[in-house]
């Protein structure tokens, strides 16, 4: 577990290296943290890393989106998500659904990336279980185009907070 204080004392190299899992394979939002330093506090820190998806871009947004594996989709079951993701699916077992599971979640994969083009993007963390995970996919698919970029953020954002809690001492 890492202090505020040390973090702030890292180099930009090292500084990127310890915190670009935290918004999934986008090491950018890290780079343009790191210019915002010192951080008073953890929550300083985790709060420059929201300002700076926040602020970005909508289409720089919509790639970070993208960047997001499918939920038990095929990365998944190749076994080449992230470490973050790969524990993340496994807390509801994800990896482990029966083959009519794998494919009520390749179907909504599926129609939900054909309505939004992009996947969609939940904090599986806050979720009790694989039924509430799928009545989020079945509600969400109705949001539109811009309510549903605007919640796979907020999502995203949540994920980003239970990965930086386990990195960082201080984060609630």
Known sequence: ???????????????????????????????????MRPFANAEALRAALQIVVDSSSRESQRELICEHPDLAGRVARSGQLTDASTQEQGRLGLERLSDEEYEIFDRLNEAYKERFQFPFVICVGLVEDRKDLLKAF??????????????????IHKIARIRLRELIEGIS
């Open 1 to 35: 577990m890492n202090s505020v204080s040390s973090v702030n004392a890292l180099s930009e190299v090292d500084f990127v290296k310890l915190l670009e899992g935290i918004y999934e394979n986008s090491p950018w939002v890290a780079m343009a943290a790191f210019s």
């Open 138 to 155: 079945q509600k969400r698919i109705e949001n539109t185009l811009e309510e549903e970029h605007d919640t796979a953020i907020s999502e």
